[in-house]
């Protein structure tokens, strides 16, 4: 009896702790509403945060786009100006060519020349436009200084038997060129352009030189000569402009000779190094006929 009492008294104990202190149900709610809400407030920071970063970026390609096309546009204003200085550039080197055609015309007609008239000329211009080796002589300026020059020199010089060594390069070749156009003095002319040639040995003329050196021996029927002074413009001087004329006269030296197989053979060069060319042209006319 004594035992069930206590159990009793045990029980009645425990079911008044339990309704005195309930589950702390409210509690927990409570707990698990504030967890939700720092969530979601994290998770709003970070969208912010990245919709920022983009927003970043949008400018900084925006403002990449704008620099790209302002350079652009920089290029653009660049290259018409400088089409328009080439133009330019272009327009009065035609007009400097066109003058040195005539004045070689003039020479080629004088001499009796028949294939270098309508030659390509070489340009007295800056290397910037055109290669060193196809600068001659024969700018009207510069042919009128030589006048000059020569106007002041004694008739000793005048007559072709030397180059005044106070003259320079250009002065010396631009004299024995006034020998042929402004004096007709083709006697004067042989001696001054071998006098230019053993004096600048490496000159962008000297090329030249030996072309009318040939057109001068060629014109005073001294064939072997003339022969040596345009082989050495072929072989020696590759890039030269005047090569294709060269050609051209080696075939006429050698048929003025009786060599009809070596002007066949030196017509057939030139047709086939400067298809192109006008001496080429004239070299197939006269295939023709052999």
Do not use: C
Request: charged share 20%; proline share 6%.
């Amino acid at each position: 009896m004594d035992v069930k009492k206590s159990l009793i008294a045990a029980l009645s104990l425990i079911s008044i702790a339990v309704l005195a202190d309930p589950a702390p149900v409210a509690d927990l709610s409570r707990s698990s509403n504030k967890t939700f809400g720092a969530q979601n407030s994290a998770r709003a920071g970070s969208v912010e945060e990245r919709l920022g970063a983009l927003e970043r970026v949008v400018e900084a390609r925006a403002s990449a786009q704008l620099q790209m096309q302002q350079q652009l546009q920089n290029l653009l204003d660049e290259v018409s100006e400088l089409r328009g200085t080439t133009e330019m550039h272009n327009h009065r080197l035609e007009e400097i060519l066109q003058q040195q055609r005539d004045i070689y015309q003039e020479i080629d007609r004088r001499l009796g020349g028949q294939g270098s008239s309508g030659a390509a000329v070489q340009s007295n211009v800056p290397a910037a436009t055109e290669p060193p080796a196809s600068i001659p002589a024969g700018n009207p300026a510069a042919v009128v200084a030589a006048e000059q020059v020569a106007a002041s020199e004694p008739a000793a010089v005048q007559a072709g038997n030397s180059v005044a060594p106070a003259m320079n390069e250009a002065q010396a070749y631009e004299q024995a060129i006034n020998f042929v156009i402004k004096d007709n003095n083709y006697a004067a002319a042989i001696p001054a352009f071998e006098s230019f040639i053993d004096s600048y040995p490496n000159s962008e003329y000297t090329s030249n030189s030996h072309y009318w050196l040939g057109q001068l021996y060629y014109q005073k029927s001294d064939y072997p000569k003339a022969k040596i002074h345009f082989e050495r413009v072929v072989k020696q001087y590759p890039n030269s402009s005047r090569v294709p004329d060269a050609l051209e006269k080696l075939g006429m030296v050698s048929e003025k000779q009786n060599d009809l197989v070596a002007a066949k053979r030196f017509y057939n060069q030139l047709i086939k190094s400067f298809p192109k060319s006008k001496p080429a042209a004239k070299a197939r006319k006269k295939l023709e006929t052999m």
